[in-house]
């Protein structure tokens, strides 16, 4: 019989795909068997640039920062708003002492009140049952921490377990604990619907606050447009999505660096963004009473661990956590939520300065360049020539690559200094 796709190893499964042979041949080049074992349907490893954000001081620390990205720009943008925290002594964080990750028991067509009774009667069982299904966290000094009953429309009702994960993420461990616990729940057996694990993370949330001189920004007017711009993330949802993608820019690069789960991240961020009912903008800045000041702020949830998940099945993982000083999770922590002021701040600045399509456009340009098929050789001559270009675009791009490489051809060669 025939094997199902699933069943093929990652050789056969190029071999089905209908590309050319030179093709296929990078991809079984960039095979990795580490990899091969993480995802399903696995044929080939995918490569994305690594860079660095220079100096980031968090809480007094200095810190080396891994990004990975795929957006120009991103990088530059982290070291920019970095460097003006930094000359006011960076950037300080505070969060809550003990965190806990929630995982829910979902029932439907059950009173709240009659599953309220029910955990208080019996929350010696729930203790046990939770410490039964996941030993090793109590061993390492987390577990079951809570539980609570909450009402939702129409006779749905989730008990909510709040569990301390240490140093994972915990998604495993929460979805274990919580198979554990229904046969606890027995009696409300009929009702049940779900045992998962909520990306929404109120109990994980980082404040960080940055200052910078009104006088390294260039002055009042930009000051003062920086602090205007800021209050539109307040009120307006346009303005405020953009802001918090914008946010994530940075703080997606250094969790994907890291090997923790960027889909956890950015949902547990945009639900606290929406919080109170409108969502805005996770940060905020304003000029201090003196004026001499731009004062900011950013609060949001950080739902990521140090170990677990891909974080020690990747190498790269490793290799991140390794330049940034194997930090625990407080400290992770206090460095992604810095990321995300810092690059807050390069973005506002940028849009109340020169605006965000010159700095962007010559990052861009790159990108451009590589898309029309310039060699590593010829990336920077092109760069150089769009920058004179009064459109930019494929076209442009393309025609100008052709007359660089004409004249190249005619002299000896102008892209390698001589
Ligand atoms: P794991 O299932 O890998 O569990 C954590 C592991 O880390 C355990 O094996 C634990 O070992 C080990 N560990 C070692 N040291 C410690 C320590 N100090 N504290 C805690 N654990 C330690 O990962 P998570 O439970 O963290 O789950 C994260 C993964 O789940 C991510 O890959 C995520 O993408 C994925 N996921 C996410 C979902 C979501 O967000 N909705 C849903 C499902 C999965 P031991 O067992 O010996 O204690």
């Known amino acids: 019989m025939a094997k199902k796709f699933y069943q093929l190893s990652p050789d056969e499964r190029i071999d089905r795909l209908t590309v050319s042979k030179d093709t296929k041949t990078a991809l079984k080049r960039h095979q990795s068997r580490q990899n091969s074992q993480l995802i399903e349907n696995y044929i080939s490893d995918y490569n994305l640039p690594l860079g660095l954000l220079g100096n980031l001081i968090v809480d007094s620390q200095g810190y080396t920062v891994p990004m990975v990205t795929e957006e120009p720009s991103v990088v530059a943008a982290a070291n920019n708003g970095a460097r003006l925290l930094g000359l006011q002594g960076g950037v300080t964080t505070t969060s809550q002492e003990s965190l806990t990750t929630v995982g829910q028991l979902l029932f439907a067509g059950v009173n709240a ?73 027995d009696p409300f057996a009929d009702r049940f619907v779900a045992a998962i694990l909520s990306n929404y993370s109120p109990h994980q949330v980082i404040t960080a606050q940055g200052k910078v001189a009104v006088a390294d920004l260039g002055g009042q007017d930009i000051a003062r447009k920086i602090a205007a711009l800021s209050d539109f993330g307040g009120v307006d949802i346009y303005r405020a999505t953009t802001e ?175």
Do not use: C
């Open 113 to 185: 009140d009659d599953l309220a009774d029910f955990v208080v009667q019996h929350r010696d069982e729930i203790d046990d049952a939770a410490r039964r299904a996941k030993s090793s966290i109590y061993r390492r000094g987390g577990g079951l921490v809570d539980v609570t009953v909450r009402s939702l429309p129409g006779q749905r009702t989730s008990v909510d377990f709040a569990i301390d994960t240490q140093a994972a993420m915990g998604a495993n461990i929460v979805n274990t604990i919580l198979e554990g616990e229904r046969s606890v729940f």
């Open 244 to 418: 918090n993608k914008g946010i994530y820019n940075g703080i997606a690069a250094v969790t994907l660096a890291t090997g923790n789960d960027t889909r956890a991240i950015s949902a547990a961020g945009h639900a606290w963004a929406a919080g109170d009912g409108q969502y805005h903008s996770l940060s905020h800045w304003q000029l201090s009473e003196d004026g001499t000041q731009l004062l900011g702020e950013l609060t949001l949830p950080l739902p990521v661990g140090t170990v677990g998940g891909a974080i020690g099945a990747l190498p790269s993982a490793q290799t991140a956590l390794e330049i940034l000083g194997n930090p625990d999770g407080r400290h992770l922590r206090g460095v992604l939520v810095a990321v995300g002021l810092a690059q807050n701040l390069a973005a506002l600045k940028a849009l109340s300065g020169e605006g965000i399509q010159a700095g962007h456009m010559r990052m861009q340009a790159r990108a451009l360049a590589l898309q029309v098929g310039a060699q590593p050789d010829e990336v920077g001559p092109l760069v150089a020539a769009l920058a004179e270009a009064e459109q930019l675009d494929s076209a442009v791009a393309q025609q100008k690559l052709e007359e660089l490489r004409q004249h190249e051809s005619q002299n000896s060669n102008p892209f390698r200094p001589s």
